[in-house]
């Protein structure tokens, strides 16, 4: 399974689910100025192996309706928020910072906190400098395609 991102001119940036012997597919991700939503979900995921939303569309939910609440991937998407939000802001909130942004959302949102350190938010930021990187190189209309079992490649 691979998640491609294409670069769209426009408001939006588009997801393909592609799936061995299945249909593509394909989700709007507006654009935020930042990596987008989706993107920031792989960081999170493949850094922490973590059960988000991507990994929840590998084991086969669909990618095109909400999904029912769940612990991780509840305290996954907390996280990608917060990594939003410090990358919308310049990216440069301390490790502990972001820990404590960690914990109040998840707080505010009655959900767990995975358990992670600085350490791991460092790995997962490095994650998301590379992948922000390599979208910054891909022309609009060009391709990001991602896996969990290997390397991000630009097509």
Not at 28 to 38: A, G, Y
Not at 78 to 85: H, P, S, T, W, Y
Not at 125 to 133: G, K, P
Request: proline share 4%.
């Amino acid at each position: 399974m691979k998640f491609v991102f294409t670069k769209g001119a426009g408001k939006f940036d588009l997801l393909e689910v592609v799936r061995a012997g299945a249909t593509a597919e394909v989700i709007e991700c507006p654009k935020q100025r930042i990596l987008p939503h989706d993107m920031m979900h792989f960081a999170v995921e493949y850094t922490l192996n973590a059960r988000g939303f991507l990994t929840r569309v590998t084991e086969g939910e669909s990618a095109a309706f909400r999904m029912q609440s769940e612990a991780q991937s509840d305290a996954v998407e907390r996280l990608v928020e917060v990594f939003q939000g410090d990358e919308w802001s310049g990216g440069t909130s301390s490790l502990s910072d972001l820990i404590e942004m960690y914990r109040v959302t998840c707080r505010a949102r009655s959900c767990p906190m995975l358990p992670l350190d600085e350490a791991a938010l460092s790995e997962v930021r490095s994650v998301i400098a590379d992948l922000t990187e390599r979208w910054a190189e891909v022309p609009i209309g060009g391709r990001l395609e991602l896996g969990f079992a290997g390397l991000p490649s630009a097509t």
